[in-house]
């Protein structure tokens, strides 16, 4: 007489519902809820104001000493809400932009105008996140 060994569908139902569970579980790690907490700030609105440049900041990658090293490219600017508070925030930009920019030009800044604090400006880096989500929530994307 020859014996079959079968598990219930219940047994793999409920290993299959495991591992789906976890597999959500680590999915939900990545997901970039700073972006888009901004992004949903960014939805009430974005005003312009002139910003100041304050800093310019290249950072290398590698130890060699040459210009073609260079990888990050950041601005420090400064701008002025309408309440009259200053607000100062570093921006990512494109090595393009970061060479035409010197300390005192200034610069277009769109801030949040639910929370000034989320500012940005022109030729900014963004994630693909980002962009995504710009296309929806912003209503005046350069």
Known sequence: MTVFYATSSSTVKIKLLQASAVILLILLFFIPYREIRIERIRAFGEAKAIGTVVRKNAIKEGKSKTAS??????????????????????????????????????????????????????????????????????????
Do not use: C
């Open 69 to 142: 090293q260079f990888k990050n490219y950041y601005v420090s600017y400064r701008f002025i809400d309408p309440n009259g508070l200053p607000h100062q925030r570093e921006a990512h930009v494109d090595a393009e932009f970061w060479e035409e920019l010197t300390r005192g030009d200034s610069v277009i800044v769109y801030y949040a105008k639910a929370e000034p604090m989320v500012s940005r400006i022109d030729h900014e880096s963004e994630s693909a996140v980002v962009k995504l989500l710009a296309k929806f929530s912003r209503t005046n994307v350069p």
